[in-house]
């Protein structure tokens, strides 16, 4: 018998990093979230994030098709934005992805919980930032997807990362 534990930190933002997420509405809309991952047949571990971006630790079946998964949750989630108030709401097309060990769900949620973003402890607390900075990039290479690797390296985690983007020349 086979064994996986497929377990993705996913980070994305709003379209142009604007603060379309309030307060308000936030704890709702996580919620939401949670149950788009539900529903397509996966684990949400951990939820959060502020105005303009969104932080998931997910656990996923490998018969999951990563970028189907992404697709679905981000489509799903806008509607619902759409239909409770945020007009003109949009995700960015990239996202941060990162998997992360078991041993480190506990570390990483407990670490985040001071942070208001549930899940930046496992971006080392300071590549949040670079991760961010990435996904609003339109024409550079990426900011630190090596540096990304090599401060996680240097910090003893062991996280692979994938940093999708569509950019523009």
């Not at 490998?62 to 970028?67: A, E, L, Q």
């Not at 949009?90 to 992805?97: E, H, M, N």
């Amino acid at each position: 018998m086979s064994y996986t534990n497929h377990i993705y930190h996913i980070v994305f933002g709003t379209k142009g990093r604007l603060p379309m997420i309030s307060a308000d509405i936030r704890p709702r809309f996580h919620q939401y979230l949670g149950g788009i991952v539900r529903g397509l047949g996966g684990i949400a571990l951990a939820i959060g994030g502020v105005e303009d971006h969104v932080h998931l630790l997910v656990k996923l079946k490998p018969t999951i098709n990563f970028s189907d998964f992404l697709r679905d949750l981000k489509s799903n989630s806008s509607r619902w934005a759409k239909a409770n108030g945020i007009r003109k709401f949009a995700w960015q097309r990239r996202y941060g992805s990162f998997t992360v060990s078991e041993s480190q769900i506990v570390k990483v949620t407990n670490t985040s919980v001071n942070r208001k973003a549930i899940i930046v402890g496992l971006i080392l607390n300071l590549s949040l930032k670079c991760c961010c900075r990435a996904m609003e990039l339109q024409s550079t290479i990426l900011c630190g997807k090596s540096k990304l690797l090599s401060v996680a390296r240097n910090a003893g985690w062991r996280i692979r990362c994938t940093i999708s983007t569509r950019l523009r020349m």
